[in-house]
């Protein structure tokens, strides 16, 4: 055990950080669930891979620079530190990509991901069905093979950036005589396919951040199928695997929250004291960031010996979920009865963006398997309790 | 960077698992209770000839020189076994104490860390911030805090008063002496410093026995969860049961990298080493005692019994959330951490510079 970065860690380090002073926008983009907001992500996604810090795990040849995992721990520090950019194409980055990789053709790499790597396609995600939520392995949507082609017909819906993505990623039913977790496929869609509908749903601060897709036979050629036929249970378990695992939720980003958070507590102290439970609540948020990073650190030096992730990253999920809840609750009730002020509206100066990371928040318990499956997961496949 | 044990580390924690797990049973602890004092010869003498006593002993008298870094995993094993015998206080605590002695106490140190070593003799720590001594009775050696002065007094020159712990594995003394020139072996500002070093290595003990308790509380429960039948099916298949288990696993895993990084700082002597003890103690702690409750709630009316072994470390638990620093004590130091002036707060700030 060595917990002190190397000369090359600290180098990396200070390159990044000298890149992002270079080029992140001196305002705030306004968010990517805007019409504007959306372009202007996708034009950082291209600047930020001309400096190839698009994706810095990936290979060279991808654009990537083939950072080890502790490298893109030190990345994602830097990149919440100087505040850049929301990532538009997370689904796409952290989500297919590594499955791509992982089970994708060569042709199939070379054609998806430097197309992902410079957003010139932003991928949304088509997990969840109207009847098919928590219980993924009731997806209905089919895709019948028609010579070379697969015509996919149903409905997907919470599809994450959905509404100005360009492709998405999925498993659908295609043997229509299977049930649960067989017979599914993983295929990829363009959304610009005829017969592919998109009906935006506003979410909770009543942006369209995710969608419905109606698929009313859509012909997607053979060559966009992920993994064999009949696997793609498999194939989407690596994806959540990931989701839930490591890339999606980096430390950086609960540490830079926990630390305006203290920030905020300093600023209003007087006011924030009133309720004694403020001050245990604000230094509980930097100790569980602070866990939470040094839980990554661990996972990630093992990742690297060649350890595999198991169900105990079950518990990241929960673990960060709750966090971000609750750094946003204490901050909420630091600001007291501005809290509900959105920011620039009068009356407002000084509240921040914590608002809107507050309603933010209440997703993380649901989305990528909720908080509840996770803890059945955690029971039933790392203590090894009774199935039901 | 590197966040992991070394083969070396991992190996030794393996063959001193097994040997707990063969050796210190729910069985033998309770059989320890029934005996005056409380405390096995033979079974100390098997931790020394492990080489366990001598583990943080200076090379130079006879140990192997390591550090709180190479202990730590086998302390969390010490909890899980709920060994009664004072190894864990021992290694990492009494004799970084004494080693950590000026120089010109290079006689005593020798005198008694070989003897340590070896399992001839036995320490205890009597330390401000407990109001009573571990291990006192079977002590050939105590090193007491009087002020900022620390004196080491042998065991012919203390009178002891018998107290009771919930945990009938802990014994407890009221230690009676008289400090003098001849016990003072520290004082002034380095009698502080080895004071303030003494709860940091005591509460990073602490922090990793009840790791160890949590999972050990885990595992009787979830094999209880199997046993209990209950409308047909295990009571462990139920959900509500589940997830009781589950929120344990939550808090004991985002313990264990907090409690390494501790033992880590303690081993370097880093500048964080204090706050990095405290976050730890409290993490665990509360992964220990959510275990408890957790644990109890699983078993029903059989976890409020004498007879299921689940008391065992439930009480061992709740014994050691006081010991070495409050929760408050620790919450405190922490708080004050994070909101002092220029505090090395957010992303990036997390571990020392080489």
Same mark, same amino acid.
């Given at each position: 055990?060595?917990?002190?970065?190397?000369?090359?860690?600290?180098?990396?380090?200070?390159?990044?950080?000298?890149?992002? =002073?270079?080029? *992140?926008?001196?305002?705030?983009?306004?968010?990517?669930?805007?019409? =504007?907001?959306?372009?202007?992500?996708?034009?950082?996604?291209?600047?930020?891979?001309?400096?190839?810090?698009?994706?810095?795990?990936?290979?060279?040849?991808?654009?990537?620079?083939?950072?080890?995992?502790?490298?893109?721990?030190?990345?994602?520090?830097?990149?919440?530190?100087?505040?850049?950019?929301?990532?538009?194409?997370?689904?796409?980055?952290?989500?297919?990509?590594?499955?791509?990789?992982?089970?994708?053709?060569?042709?199939?790499?070379?054609?998806?991901?430097?197309?992902?790597?410079?957003? =010139?396609?932003?991928?949304?995600?088509?997990?969840?069905?109207?009847?098919?939520?928590?219980?993924?392995?009731?997806?209905?949507?089919?895709?019948?093979?028609?010579?070379?082609?697969?015509?996919?017909?149903?409905?997907?819906?919470?599809?994450?950036?959905?509404?100005?993505?360009?492709?998405?990623?999925?498993?659908?039913?295609?043997?229509?005589?299977?049930?649960?977790?067989?017979?599914?496929?993983?295929?990829?869609?363009?959304?610009?396919?005829?017969?592919?509908?998109?009906?935006?749903?506003?979410?909770?601060?009543?942006?369209?951040?995710?969608?419905?897709?109606?698929?009313?036979?859509?012909?997607?050629? *053979?060559?966009?199928?992920?993994?064999?036929?009949?696997?793609?249970?498999?194939?989407?378990?690596?994806?959540?695997?990931?989701?839930?695992?490591?890339?999606?939720?980096?430390?950086?980003?609960?540490?830079?929250?926990?630390?305006?958070?203290?920030?905020?507590?300093?600023?209003?102290?007087?006011?924030?004291?009133?309720?004694?439970?403020?001050?245990?609540?604000?230094?509980?948020?930097?100790?569980?960031?602070?866990?939470?990073?040094?839980?990554?650190?661990?996972?990630?030096?093992?990742?690297?010996?060649?350890?595999?992730?198991?169900?105990?990253?079950?518990?990241?999920?929960?673990?960060?979920? =709750?966090?971000?809840?609750?750094?946003?609750?204490?901050?909420?009730?630091?600001?007291?009865?501005?809290?509900?002020?959105?920011?620039?509206?009068?009356?407002?100066?000084?509240?921040?963006?914590?608002?809107?990371?507050?309603?933010?928040?209440?997703?993380?318990?649901?989305?990528?398997?909720?908080?509840?499956?996770?803890?059945?997961?955690?029971?039933?496949?790392?203590?090894?309790?009774?199935?039901? | 960077?590197?966040?992991?044990?070394?083969?070396?580390?991992?190996?030794?924690?393996?063959?001193?698992? #097994?040997? $707990?797990?063969?050796?210190?049973?729910?069985?033998?602890?309770?059989? $320890?209770?029934?005996?005056?004092?409380?405390?096995?010869? %033979?079974?100390?003498?098997?931790?020394?000839?492990?080489?366990?006593?001598?583990?943080?002993?200076?090379?130079?008298?006879? #140990?192997?020189?390591?550090?709180?870094?190479?202990?730590?995993?086998?302390?969390?094993?010490?909890?899980?076994?709920?060994?009664?015998?004072?190894?864990? %206080?021992?290694?990492?605590?009494?004799?970084?104490?004494?080693?950590?002695?000026?120089?010109?106490?290079?006689?005593?140190?020798?005198?008694?860390?070989? /003897?340590?070593?070896?399992?001839?003799?036995? $320490?205890?720590?009597?330390?401000?911030?407990?109001?009573?001594?571990?291990?006192?009775?079977?002590?050939?050696?105590?090193?007491?805090?009087?002020?900022?002065?620390?004196?080491?007094?042998?065991?012919?020159?203390?009178?002891?008063?018998?107290?009771?712990?919930?945990?009938?594995?802990? /014994?407890?003394?009221?230690?009676?002496?008289?400090?003098?020139?001849?016990?003072?072996?520290?004082?002034?500002?380095?009698?502080?410093?080895?004071?303030? %070093? +003494?709860?940091?290595?005591?509460?990073?003990?602490?922090?990793?026995?009840?790791?160890? $308790?949590?999972?050990?509380?885990?595992?009787?429960?979830?094999?209880?969860?199997?046993?209990?039948?209950?409308?047909?099916?295990?009571? #462990?298949?139920?959900?509500?049961?589940?997830?009781?288990?589950?929120?344990?696993?939550?808090?004991?895993?985002?313990?264990?990298?907090?409690?390494? /990084?501790?033992?880590?700082?303690?081993?370097?002597?880093?500048?964080?080493?204090?706050?990095?003890?405290?976050?730890?103690?409290?993490?665990?702690?509360?992964?220990?005692?959510?275990?408890?409750?957790?644990?109890?709630?699983?078993?029903?009316?059989?976890?409020?019994?004498?007879?299921?072994?689940?008391?065992?470390?439930?009480?061992?638990?709740?014994?050691?959330? #006081?010991?070495?620093?409050?929760?408050?004590?620790?919450?405190?130091?922490?708080?004050?951490?994070?909101?002092?002036?220029?505090?090395?707060?957010?992303?990036?700030?997390?571990?020392? +510079?080489?």
């Amino acid at each position: 055990m060595d917990l002190a970065y190397t000369e090359q860690q600290d180098a990396f380090r200070a390159e990044v950080r000298a890149w992002l =002073e270079q080029n *992140v926008p001196a305002e705030p983009l306004p968010s990517f669930d805007t019409e =504007e907001g959306f372009r202007l992500h996708r034009d950082w996604e291209r600047k930020l891979n001309e400096g190839r810090f698009g994706m810095v795990t990936w290979p060279e040849a991808l654009g990537g620079r083939g950072c080890d995992l502790i490298e893109w721990l030190i990345f994602e520090e830097e990149y919440y530190r100087a505040g850049a950019p929301a990532r538009v194409n997370q689904n796409g980055i952290f989500l297919l990509g590594p499955t791509l990789m992982e089970y994708g053709t060569e042709a199939q790499k070379a054609r998806f991901l430097p197309k992902m790597a410079t957003g =010139e396609e932003i991928w949304a995600q088509g997990w969840s069905e109207p009847n098919a939520g928590s219980d993924m392995a009731a997806i209905r949507s089919k895709a019948v093979r028609d010579g070379d082609h697969y015509v996919i017909s149903g409905q997907k819906t919470w599809s994450t950036r959905a509404v100005w993505a360009d492709w998405t990623f999925g498993i659908f039913r295609t043997d229509p005589e299977s049930s649960r977790h067989r017979g599914l496929t993983f295929i990829l869609v363009p959304l610009d396919a005829p017969g592919v509908t998109v009906r935006p749903i506003p979410q909770l601060d009543g942006l369209p951040g995710f969608a419905e897709i109606f698929f009313d036979e859509v012909r997607v050629p *053979v060559e966009n199928r992920l993994g064999e036929e009949g696997m793609g249970w498999n194939v989407a378990m690596a994806t959540a695997g990931f989701e839930r695992g490591l890339m999606l939720r980096s430390p950086a980003r609960f540490q830079e929250t926990a630390r305006r958070l203290v920030q905020l507590y300093r600023d209003n102290r007087a006011a924030a004291d009133i309720d004694p439970t403020v001050r245990e609540a604000v230094m509980r948020a930097w100790m569980d960031a602070e866990a939470y990073t040094l839980n990554t650190y661990m996972t990630a030096s093992r990742l690297i010996k060649g350890g595999k992730i198991g169900a105990e990253s079950s518990t990241n999920k929960i673990f960060w979920s =709750e966090l971000d809840q609750q750094m946003h609750e204490t901050a909420l009730s630091i600001l007291g009865a501005r809290a509900e002020l959105k920011p620039h509206s009068v009356g407002a100066e000084g509240v921040g963006r914590w608002l809107d990371g507050f309603l933010f928040s209440q997703a993380g318990p649901i989305y990528a398997g909720t908080n509840e499956i996770q803890r059945n997961i955690i029971a039933e496949r790392m203590l090894g309790m009774p199935r039901a | 960077m590197d966040f992991t044990f070394s083969d070396d580390q991992l190996a030794f924690h393996d063959s001193v698992k #097994g040997f $707990l797990t063969n050796e210190v049973t729910p069985e033998a602890i309770r059989d $320890l209770w029934q005996r005056d004092g409380g405390r096995s010869d %033979e079974l100390w003498g098997q931790l020394a000839e492990l080489g366990l006593t001598a583990m943080t002993v200076p090379e130079q008298y006879g #140990g192997l020189g390591l550090d709180a870094l190479d202990f730590v995993l086998l302390a969390q094993e010490c909890g899980y076994a709920a060994l009664p015998e004072p190894l864990v %206080e021992t290694v990492m605590v009494a004799v970084p104490l004494l080693a950590g002695l000026a120089d010109e106490h290079r006689q005593l140190q020798e005198h008694w860390l070989s /003897r340590v070593a070896s399992g001839e003799a036995r $320490l205890a720590v009597g330390h401000p911030s407990n109001p009573l001594v571990a291990d006192a009775h079977i002590a050939d050696l105590l090193l007491l805090c009087h002020g900022d002065e620390i004196h080491a007094v042998p065991a012919q020159q203390v009178q002891l008063r018998a107290s009771e712990s919930v945990d009938p594995s802990r /014994r407890l003394f009221a230690v009676d002496w008289t400090p003098s020139d001849a016990t003072r072996v520290a004082g002034g500002e380095s009698g502080r410093r080895l004071q303030a %070093e +003494a709860l940091d290595h005591g509460a990073l003990a602490c922090a990793a026995q009840q790791l160890g $308790l949590a999972n050990r509380m885990i595992d009787i429960a979830v094999d209880y969860s199997f046993e209990r039948k209950q409308f047909g099916s295990a009571v #462990g298949s139920f959900q509500a049961v589940k997830h009781l288990m589950a929120n344990v696993a939550v808090k004991a895993e985002f313990s264990r990298a907090v409690l390494y /990084r501790a033992a880590f700082a303690a081993a370097r002597g880093q500048a964080n080493a204090a706050i990095a003890a405290s976050h730890a103690k409290i993490v665990a702690t509360e992964a220990a005692l959510l275990a408890a409750r957790n644990g109890i709630q699983v078993h029903g009316a059989m976890g409020y019994t004498w007879e299921v072994d689940l008391h065992i470390f439930m009480k061992r638990a709740w014994a050691l959330d #006081g010991a070495w620093g409050t929760r408050g004590f620790h919450k405190a130091r922490v708080g004050d951490f994070v909101f002092a002036d220029g505090a090395p707060l957010g992303a990036g700030a997390t571990f020392e +510079a080489r």
